[in-house]
């Protein structure tokens, strides 16, 4: 039997077997989401098929300890979803749970008493978990119950290396099959398949490196290697492009292109160039970098934010 549930801005359908709920399709206006943990005494367990398909309005979710599965595309193209709390419990993922939510950037696992980790162990196991989904797709890796455990982060950096490892041109032929009636669209073009390659290695070289719990130091000089040989200046400016462009105003972006080397003397000029009058902040920060680390010769005539 389908009923309805509302309070507040929170409102869905479900349905109720055996004293088990599933949430049939979400209802509430409201950004944040707060799936209750029992509606008459009967446990919510069940996100069900396309519950949230392509909600445009929700940002946050906190699912209840007892949900055991979210079935397939129940939170897809949920294009402002950016976090989601989960209990630390073995779920079940439906296909494309979480497809196409681009703006994910936090799963958090939550214990039986809702507490979770420390703040830095949180944003790096949740920022991991949150990869899992859109830049690794390994569904074996989708576990809020192992995420953080040592065995885990080493099955993710495996997966991760195995990414990077990967021919740019790998699946450029089928693209190409797939795309008959687009012969001559920029996605079949060989160029911009290799540079849209490229941007995914350098965002989840980047992604590591902030969430670098438990990065083994051979793991990190390959990353940084990669970042340093993509970054402003170099044949392919990828890395820098990604930090520009989808990073621009986050600091701890270019403290990593400033620890593994990115930014030189050499290149430090053109990167400012390239920022323009849009990142004034940014770009004032790293004027101040530039002066600490490479001193003297024409500084102050960069010291224009035009």
Known sequence: MIRE???????????????????????????VVQIPERIEGAETVKIGRKAFLSNKRIQ?????????????????????????????????????????????????????????????????????????????????????LEAGSQAWIQRW?????????????D??????????????????????FLSQKRRSKARLALLRLLYDMGLEAKTREELQAYIKSHTKGCAHEEAWRVVREEYGNRKEFYDMLLDCGALTETNFDGVLCDMGTELAEMKAYLLKEKEARFSGGGFFDSLSLD
């Open 60 to 144: 946050e979710v906190s699912l209840p300890g007892g949900i055991r599965e979210i079935d397939d595309w129940a939170f897809a193209y949920c294009s402002r979803l950016a976090c989601v709390y989960l209990p630390r419990r073995e779920i079940l993922f439906g296909k494309g749970a979480f497809l196409q939510c681009e703006k994910l950037e936090q799963m958090v696992p939550q214990t039986e008493d809702g507490t979770i980790l420390a703040k830095q162990d949180m944003l790096s196991v949740g920022g991991l978990l949150a990869a899992v989904v859109h830049k690794l797709d390994d569904p074996y890796l989708l576990n809020p």
């Open 171 to 192: 699946g450029y032929q089928q693209t190409i099959l797939c795309g008959e009636e687009d012969i001559g669209s920029m996605e079949n073009n060989l160029d911009y």
């Open 157 to 169: 950096d495996v997966r991760m290396l195995q990414v990077l490892h990967t021919p740019d041109r």
């Open 5 to 31: 549930w509302e309070s507040g801005e929170q409102a869905f359908q479900y349905e109720e077997r055996n004293k088990e709920i599933t949430v049939l399709q979400w209802k509430g206006n409201g950004t």
